[in-house]
């Protein structure tokens, strides 16, 4: 293993963001929280979304296997899930529609798809709170690393023009500490554009599977309208 010169020291990472300028130091504080926000964002929506997937599974498996709907509700449908919220929306508007006199079948029926989407999109506008973050930082963190750069290499020429020296050795520490700026940027982009993607993918596919959940229920409830 070489060893470790005074210039390899100059280029390390702490000493590059301490001899940075003022705004650059700013720039890459700046990126380094949005990194630290993107990771505990990334984590907890994961987190939560494979809970609700594994919990939703069973509640759907143990409500298809129920033999009264009324009291499966009663007994489970305060549970924070999403398909409690729409076993929950689609029995309240059941019952509403049931004390109506000569109700409408078909109208009952729009009432009863509108009660369960409108639970669906309620529940997916929860779950999808804060990733607007990640794509702002996805897109933007970028550029504020590259305005970083800019900045410390700008400082940089200015401070070589003062000195009248362009010598490699004068310039290096300079561009390298305005560069480290980028690199923070893309540190902090690449990962919340990653993790952007696969949510709202798990987002869609957790939507895909409440709407099958919702048909089936929805499905369940018009034969009960048929034979009454």
Same mark, same amino acid.
């Given at each position: 293993?070489?060893? @470790?010169?005074?210039?390899?020291?100059?280029?390390?990472?702490?000493?590059?963001?301490?001899?940075?300028?003022?705004?650059?130091?700013?720039?890459?504080?700046?990126?380094?929280? $949005?990194? @630290?926000?993107?990771?505990?964002?990334?984590?907890?929506?994961?987190?939560?979304?494979?809970?609700?997937?594994? $919990?939703?599974? $069973?509640?759907?498996?143990?409500?298809?296997?129920?033999?009264?709907?009324?009291?499966?509700a009663?007994?489970?449908?305060?549970?924070?899930l999403?398909?409690?919220?729409?076993?929950?929306?689609?029995? *309240?508007?059941?019952?509403?529609?049931?004390?109506?006199?000569?109700?409408?079948?078909?109208?009952?029926?729009?009432?009863?798809?509108g009660?369960?989407?409108? $639970?669906?999109?309620?529940?997916?506008?929860?779950?999808? *709170?804060?990733?607007?973050?990640?794509?702002?930082?996805?897109? @933007?963190?970028?550029?504020?690393?590259?305005?970083?750069?800019?900045?410390?290499?700008?400082?940089?020429?200015?401070?070589?023009?003062?000195?009248?020296?362009?010598?490699?050795?004068? @310039?290096?520490?300079?561009?390298?500490?305005?560069?480290?700026?980028?690199?923070?940027?893309?540190?902090?982009?690449?990962p919340?554009?990653?993790?952007?993607?696969?949510?709202?993918?798990?987002? *869609?596919?957790?939507?895909?599977?409440?709407?099958?959940?919702?048909?089936?229920?929805?499905?369940?409830?018009?034969?009960?309208?048929?034979?009454?």
């Amino acid at each position: 293993m070489p060893p @470790v010169t005074a210039s390899t020291d100059l280029m390390s990472p702490l000493i590059l963001f301490l001899h940075a300028d003022i705004v650059v130091k700013m720039v890459m504080l700046g990126l380094l929280a $949005a990194s @630290v926000w993107t990771w505990a964002i990334i984590f907890t929506h994961a987190t939560r979304l494979r809970r609700l997937n594994r $919990a939703g599974a $069973a509640f759907e498996n143990d409500f298809w296997s129920a033999n009264d709907i009324e009291e499966f509700a009663s007994r489970r449908g305060a549970e924070r899930l999403p398909s409690a919220a729409i076993l929950t929306a689609g029995l *309240d508007e059941w019952r509403r529609s049931a004390t109506l006199r000569n109700a409408d079948r078909s109208g009952t029926r729009e009432r009863l798809s509108g009660a369960m989407n409108n $639970a669906i999109a309620g529940e997916l506008d929860r779950l999808s *709170d804060r990733l607007n973050i990640l794509a702002t930082v996805g897109s @933007v963190a970028p550029f504020v690393g590259l305005f970083g750069t800019v900045w410390g290499i700008m400082r940089s020429f200015t401070a070589i023009a003062g000195a009248n020296n362009t010598s490699l050795a004068v @310039v290096a520490p300079g561009i390298a500490e305005a560069l480290f700026a980028t690199a923070i940027g893309l540190f902090a982009a690449i990962p919340a554009v990653i993790g952007y993607n696969r949510l709202t993918h798990g987002l *869609d596919r957790l939507e895909a599977s409440l709407g099958r959940f919702a048909d089936r229920f929805h499905a369940t409830l018009s034969r009960e309208l048929e034979a009454s």
